[in-house]
């Protein structure tokens, strides 16, 4: 027996919505607020090192901002911090249970060494999450 798709009364009103569209809108709205929210959160004039492509895997996951600007001054988020309070910030970062991924920004004019300095202050505390921001070509 062949099923039949049309209605009997053309008049009556649809009792069922529907919501495929809805969940393309949700889908793309998604999307663009998991592509704009990195952008938003990096307020620090730095200008990042480049890198030659983006072949690494992104895994969503939170994180902690540490940059250093061109003079080396240290921000811990967006709040400037001297060596001393960013080594006791790093202490009781490292006293959580799962302390979120430190994002590293450094000025690409910065010597290598100060970048070097701030590993050697975050590996004392034996944190071993981080990443180092860069910009794509």
């Not at 307020?43 to 969503?60: C, F, G, K, M, N």
């Not at 811990?76 to 991924?101: C, I, K, M, T, Y």
Request: negative net charge.
């Amino acid at each position: 027996m062949a099923r039949r798709f049309h209605r009997k009364d053309r008049l009556s009103a649809l009792n069922e919505i529907n919501v495929t569209p809805l969940i393309d809108l949700a889908f793309a709205l998604l999307i663009i607020f998991m592509i704009t929210t990195p952008l938003l959160e990096q307020t620090i004039e730095v200008d990042l090192p480049v890198e030659s492509s983006s072949t690494q895997a992104v895994e969503r996951e939170l994180f902690q901002s540490v940059s250093v600007d061109q003079q080396g001054r240290y921000f811990w988020g967006e709040r400037a911090v001297s060596p001393a309070q960013l080594a006791d910030l790093l202490d009781g970062f490292a006293q959580q249970e799962d302390p979120p991924v430190l994002s590293i920004r450094a000025d690409a004019a910065l010597p290598y060494q100060r970048v070097i300095t701030l590993i050697d202050m975050i590996k004392q505390c034996e944190l071993s999450k981080i990443s180092l921001d860069t910009k794509v070509d």
